[in-house]
């Protein structure tokens, strides 16, 4: 194979964030549609929600947030001197750390790299609001000592892990699919 070959090959494929989301979408609607649920993905901005969920056999309406990210699956969870081990982070913003109510789940998708495989976490707002304020208070305390901008991070930590505040965990949220709180 000649040099330049092997160079153009190389080349990882980059992905449009807004083609990334989209996607995340998409597989929580069919995840939804599998599971006898009547679901719709909102237009426009509609504020918070991405999914419109209908659970016929309850009789329950329900929200859902859809965060994604693209990640190779393969990996070992991340490990962070502050936060400990997680399997894998998604990025929020200062407003989630309001954001909740009974009805408002969030759905966390991992897309692995190759598009074949997909990992789904569904978390109440209130856990996630409730992390999401923790994380940034003890990020800010422990790390820059000052003043802290909009972002923040929502991450799945593994169940045996010690970890400085409580962290939601894998074994609890991964396919939640009955919206458990």
Known sequence: MS??????KAKPLKIPAN???????????SQLALRGYDANMTLGHTKSVDILVSDPKRDKMYKLEVKTNLRDLKKRPAESKYFGKTVSDWIM???HERIYEDTLFY???????????????IVPSRIVANYVKREHQYWLKHTIRGKGGDM??????LRGEKYRFPTPVVEDYENNWKFNR
């Not at 083609?19 to 609607?29: I, M, Q, W």
């Not at 923040?152 to 930590?157: H, K, Q, V, Y």
């Open 3 to 8: 040099e330049k070959r092997a160079k153009t």
């Open 19 to 29: 083609s990334v989301s989209l996607a995340g979408e998409f597989a929580v609607l």
């Open 93 to 95: 913003h200062a407003k």
């Open 107 to 121: 759905c966390f998708v991992t897309i692995g790299k190759s598009g074949h495989a997909f990992r789904f976490f």
């Open 152 to 157: 923040r991070l929502f991450r799945i930590g």
